[in-house]
């Protein structure tokens, strides 16, 4: 199973940008799919972007145009590229992995805080 690790979290001011990185290790990377999920305190856990093995991607409605998930194969390296910030955006981001069904590898997650 593949085991996954965020991080590039802070915080940032509203309108700044951040890049998270997923670096992964225990099996071949390029096999799977990976996500970017994240979750507001009180609230539930959210998807994000997703990226396939081919590299096709899908981004929730709150951030298309703003995030872009991207992944480097050689490096066994997801990211998760932020800009344009919103304090709504405001949350733990997790790095989750999956080679079919559910995502079943997640970590430990990274805190994004948005504020002036």
């Known amino acids: 199973q593949l085991q996954v690790v965020e991080s590039g979290g802070g915080l940032v001011q509203p309108g700044g940008s951040l890049r998270l990185s997923c670096a992964a290790s225990?099996?071949?990377?390029?096999?799977?799919?990976m996500a970017w999920y994240r979750q507001a305190p009180g609230k539930q856990r959210e998807l994000v972007a997703v990226?396939?093995?081919?590299?096709?991607?899908n981004y929730a409605d709150s951030v298309k145009g703003r995030f872009t998930i991207s992944r480097d194969n050689a490096k066994n390296t997801v990211y998760l590229q932020m800009n344009s910030l919103k304090p709504e955006d405001t949350a733990v981001y997790y790095c989750?992995?999956?080679?079919?069904?559910?995502?079943?590898?997640w970590g430990q997650g990274t805190q994004v805080t948005v504020s002036s």
């Open positions: 225990g099996s071949i990377f390029s096999r799977y799919a």
């Open positions: 989750a992995a999956r080679i079919g069904g559910a995502y079943d590898s």
């Open positions: 990226i396939t093995i081919g590299s096709s991607t």
